[in-house]
C-alpha cells in the first residue's frame, strides 16, 4: 500500500512540478493544485494506510503500535480543505488576469514589476488601474 | 487562565467575525474594529505581565491531555510576540484614520485585517507543529484577501505571484510534518523533542531540514525570496507595514522554535548551512536595495536583508544567539512598519513614493525628518537605538565563536544599510523638489499617522536607551526554548 502511494506520489509530484514551472498563467496553477494532492497523500500515507488490526493504543503507552493511525486521516482533511480552496482563488485570479489584459505568459506579467527604463535604470512606479 | 491564554487568539476572531456582520455600516465597522484591537492589546499585555511573573501558561485543547491533545503554550518568547503583533495591528488601524495612503476602504478589509491578526498570535501560542501548519494557512488566507481586495491589475499580479511561492512553502512544510509524524507519532513540540532524543539526529535530520526549509520560504531567505519584493509595494500603507512587520517574522520565529527548541540536536552541518544562507540573505537583500528608488521597494529589499540577521542568530546554536535573535526580532519589527507608514507620510507630502520625484521635505517638514531618522538610523544599527543592541548581541556571539567570515559579512551590510537610508534621506528630504512650484499637500489630514508612528518611534528610543528590560525578556524567552516548550 505504502509503495503505491509512495508511486502515485512521485507521478503526480512530477506532473505539478512539470506544469507548475510553465510560463503559462493556468497551466502553472493547476501545477500547484496537483503537488497540493500529492501533499495530501504523504500526509495519508504517514499513517500506516492499509493495516487491518484495530487503532488502539495499548495501555500506558503514548505512541499507536499497530493499525492504520486515524489522525493523519483527520489531518488530511484539513489540508483537503484549505487546498481546495487555494485552488479556486487562484483559478479566480488567474481568470482576472486574462480577461482583463489578455496576458496569460508569467514572463509577459509585468503589472507589479515593471522593466527598468531603457537607460537600465529603475522603473518609476505604476498608478493603480482600477 | 485558560481564558487569559486564548483570549489573543479569540478577541481578533471574534472581531473579524463581528465585523463582516457589519459590512454594510462603514462607520460602525471600522469602530468596532478600533475597540477589537484595544481589547486584543490589552489582553496580549495582561498575557505578558502574566507569563513574566508566573511562568508558561498551558492548555490542552478539548480536555486531551499531552501528547494526544492539541496544545496551547504561553512561554516568555510566544506572549512577547503577541503583545508585539497587538502593537503592530493597532498602530496599522490607528495609521489607517489618516489619509496618507490609507488602504481604500472594503467591507472585506476590517474582518481579514482582524483575521490575520488572529492567525498570526495563534502562530505564536500553538505548541502543535501540525496546529502551526494551520496557522500560517490562515495567514495566507488572509494576506491573499488582503493583496487581491483592490483587483487592480498590479495587485492581481503580485497576488499570484505572491500565491505560487508561498503555497509552495506551506506544501513543504506539510510534506515535513508528515514525515515527522510518519518517524516519531508525535506533533506536539513537547513530544517531538522527547521523540527527537530517542531517535537518531541524522535520520531525523532530513525531515527537520524540510520543515527549515518551508520556514525559510515564509521568512524570505534567500534564495527563496522573490515572492517578497514581488508583491508587497502594491499595498496600501497600513497593509504594508502589518505584512512587513509580522508575516516573514512568523516564519523565523517558527524556525527559531524548530531549530532552536524542539530539534536543537540537529546535526551541526544543517546550522553551519544555515549560517551561509543567513550571510546570502543579508547581502543579495541589501544590494537589491541599491538598485531602486521606489522607498517602498528599497524597503521590501531591506526586510530580507535584516531576515539574514535573525536567520545568524539562530545559526550560531547557542542561548547568546537566540538571545540575539529575539531582541532582533522584536526590534526590527516595530522599526521596520515604522519605516514603511513614515514613507506613506513623505508619499502624501510629496506625491510620489519614487525618489526621484520627491524632495524638499527637510525645509518644509524638518520634524517629519527628524522622525524618519529614529528607526531609519536605528535599521541601519547606529548607537544608542534599538537596531545597535541587536546587532551588537547577534555579532557579538558570532565573534565569540570564531566565525569571522559571518561577522565581517553583517557588518558590511550594515554598512550598505546606511547607503540606502541616506538615499531615501537625501531624495525625499534634503535635495529640492524636482518640481519648482511644489508645496507639501494642504488640508492633510495625518494627526492619526503621526500619532501611530510617533509612538512606534517611541519604543524604538525606549528599547535603544533602556535595552536590559528586554535583553532580559529575550533571555528568558531563549531560556525556555531549549528542549521544546513542556
Request: aromatic content about 8%; overall charge neutral; hydrophobic content about 55%.
Amino acid at each position: 500500500m505504502t509503495w503505491m502511494l509512495a508511486l502515485g506520489v512521485a507521478a503526480i509530484v512530477s506532473a505539478g512540478v512539470y506544469l507548475a514551472l510553465s510560463r503559462d498563467l493556468l497551466r502553472c496553477v493547476v501545477g500547484v493544485s496537483l503537488i497540493a494532492a500529492a501533499a495530501n497523500l504523504v500526509v495519508f500515507a504517514s499513517g500506516r494506510p492499509g493495516d487491518p488490526s484495530p487503532p488502539v493504543i495499548p495501555p500506558g503507552g503514548d505512541v499507536l503500535a499497530a493499525g492504520a493511525a486515524p489522525l493523519p486521516q483527520a489531518l488530511v482533511l484539513t489540508a483537503i480543505v484549505i487546498g481546495f480552496s487555494l485552488t479556486c482563488f487562484s483559478l479566480v485570479v488567474v481568470l482576472a488576469i486574462k480577461q482583463r489584459t489578455g496576458v496569460n505568459d508569467s514572463h509577459a506579467l509585468r503589472a507589479a514589476e515593471p522593466h527598468a527604463l531603457s537607460d537600465g535604470a529603475p522603473p518609476l512606479e505604476e498608478e493603480d488601474d482600477a | 487562565m485558560i481564558a487569559l491564554l486564548l483570549s489573543p487568539i479569540l478577541v481578533p476572531l471574534v472581531t473579524a467575525l463581528s465585523t463582516s456582520l457589519l459590512a454594510a455600516r462603514p462607520v460602525a465597522q471600522r469602530r468596532l474594529g478600533l475597540v477589537g484591537i484595544t481589547a486584543f492589546f490589552a489582553c496580549a499585555a495582561a498575557l505578558l505581565a502574566h507569563v513574566a511573573t508566573e511562568g508558561t501558561l498551558r492548555a490542552s485543547m478539548g480536555g486531551w491531555p499531552a501528547p494526544f491533545g492539541i496544545e496551547l503554550v504561553a512561554d516568555p518568547l510566544g506572549a512577547a510576540m503577541v503583545l508585539i503583533t497587538a502593537l503592530m495591528g493597532a498602530s496599522a488601524l490607528v495609521f489607517q484614520l489618516s489619509d496618507a495612503d490609507a488602504a481604500p476602504s472594503a467591507p472585506s478589509l476590517e474582518p481579514l485585517v482582524h483575521a490575520m491578526l488572529a492567525a498570526v498570535s495563534g502562530a505564536f501560542l500553538t505548541g502543535d507543529i501540525f496546529n502551526l501548519y494551520v496557522w500560517f494557512e490562515l495567514m495566507l488566507v488572509s494576506s491573499l484577501g488582503l493583496l487581491a481586495y483592490r483587483t487592480a491589475t498590479r495587485q492581481l499580479d503580485a497576488t499570484l505571484k505572491y500565491f505560487v511561492l508561498n503555497t509552495v512553502g506551506t506544501l513543504l512544510l506539510l510534506v515535513g510534518i508528515a514525515y515527522l509524524h510518519a518517524a516519531t507519532g508525535h506533533l506536539g513540540f513537547g513530544a517531538l523533542s522527547e521523540a527527537a532524543r530517542d531517535h537518531d539526529a541524522l535520520r531525523l535530520a532530513p525531515f527537520v531540514v524540510m520543515v527549515a526549509l518551508a520556514f525559510l520560504v515564509k521568512a524570505g531567505a534567500f534564495p527563496l525570496y522573490a515572492w517578497l519584493p514581488a508583491s508587497y509595494h502594491t499595498l496600501p500603507a497600513p497593509l504594508l507595514a502589518l505584512f512587513a512587520g509580522l508575516l516573514t517574522k512568523v516564519g523565523v520565529y517558527a524556525l527559531l522554535r524548530v531549530l532552536g527548541g524542539v530539534f536543537v540536536l540537529t546535526p551541526s552541518l544543517v546550522f553551519e548551512a544555515l549560517g551561509w544562507v543567513a550571510a546570502a540573505t543579508m547581502l543579495f537583500g541589501v544590494l537589491g536595495a541599491a538598485y531602486h528608488w521606489d522607498v517602498r521597494r528599497i524597503l521590501a529589499f531591506h526586510i530580507i536583508s535584516q531576515i539574514g540577521y535573525m536567520l545568524l542568530g539562530i545559526a550560531l546554536a547557542s542561548r547568546e544567539g537566540h538571545v540575539g535573535t529575539v531582541f532582533y526580532v522584536i526590534h526590527h519589527i516595530v522599526v521596520k512598519a515604522n519605516l514603511f507608514l513614515i514613507a506613506a507620510i513623505i508619499f502624501r507630502h510629496t506625491g510620489s513614493y519614487d525618489l526621484r520625484r520627491s524632495g524638499g521635505l527637510y525645509a518644509v517638514r524638518p520634524g517629519l525628518a527628524a522622525l524618519f531618522a529614529i528607526p531609519a538610523l536605528s535599521l541601519v544599527g547606529i548607537p544608542p537605538l534599538s537596531g545597535f543592541w541587536a546587532k551588537l548581541l547577534v555579532v557579538r556571539e558570532t565573534l565569540a565563536q570564531g566565525r569571522w567570515g559571518l561577522a565581517a559579512i553583517a557588518l558590511f551590510v550594515g554598512l550598505l544599510t546606511l547607503y540606502s537610508m541616506a538615499k531615501i534621506w537625501f531624495g525625499a528630504f534634503w535635495k529640492k523638489h524636482p518640481d519648482e512650484g511644489w508645496r507639501p499637500a494642504e488640508g492633510a489630514h495625518l494627526g492619526p499617522a503621526y500619532l501611530a508612528t510617533g509612538a512606534l518611534a517611541l519604543v524604538t528610543l525606549y528599547l535603544g536607551l533602556a535595552p536590559e528590560g528586554l535583553v532580559r525578556l529575550a533571555e528568558l524567552a531563549s531560556a525556555e526554548l531549549v528542549g521544546g516548550p513542556r
